[in-house]
């Protein structure tokens, strides 16, 4: 799956290895990879055309209150899949942390806010 997902990845949208690696684990046995693709990629589309005004679709999209620059990707699935990412000069996109939320856990490896430290701590390191 991780080829599909570079290739469905335009130029201007870039995906982390560990995000990357942390969507396969996500998915894997799950058989959701074929429902998973199709809405990733309606979304990248949508990402790409729409840059920072991507949280107009916001069932697809929201701006985090909690991180400055940081983004989230939601997809109606079996999992609650969260993707996590930032743009900069609303054309290039990075695509930095994957997690399957849960229930409303405040922390742990499945909330927000454990994420959003994850996904600012590789930012800092790609940049």
């Given at each position: 799956m991780g080829e599909i997902?570079?290739?469905?990845?335009p130029e201007n949208i870039r995906i982390s290895q560990k995000c990357e690696d942390e969507l396969i684990t996500i998915l894997a046995g799950r058989?959701?990879?074929?429902?998973?693709?199709?809405?990733?990629?309606q979304r990248i589309k949508f990402l790409e055309t729409h840059g920072k005004n991507c949280i107009q679709k916001t069932d697809w999209f929201e701006k985090l209150k909690e991180a400055n620059d940081i983004?989230?990707?939601?997809f109606k699935l079996p999992k609650n899949?969260?993707?996590?990412?930032?743009?900069?000069?609303?054309k290039i996109s990075i695509l930095?942390?994957?997690?399957e939320e849960k229930g409303s856990n405040k922390k742990g490896k499945n909330s927000y806010s454990q994420n959003i430290e994850v996904a600012i701590t590789r930012l800092t390191y790609l940049e």
């Amino acid at each position: 799956m991780g080829e599909i997902i570079k290739f469905i990845c335009p130029e201007n949208i870039r995906i982390s290895q560990k995000c990357e690696d942390e969507l396969i684990t996500i998915l894997a046995g799950r058989g959701l990879e074929g429902k998973f693709i199709s809405q990733f990629r309606q979304r990248i589309k949508f990402l790409e055309t729409h840059g920072k005004n991507c949280i107009q679709k916001t069932d697809w999209f929201e701006k985090l209150k909690e991180a400055n620059d940081i983004y989230s990707m939601r997809f109606k699935l079996p999992k609650n899949i969260r993707i996590l990412f930032t743009i900069r000069a609303n054309k290039i996109s990075i695509l930095l942390c994957s997690f399957e939320e849960k229930g409303s856990n405040k922390k742990g490896k499945n909330s927000y806010s454990q994420n959003i430290e994850v996904a600012i701590t590789r930012l800092t390191y790609l940049e």
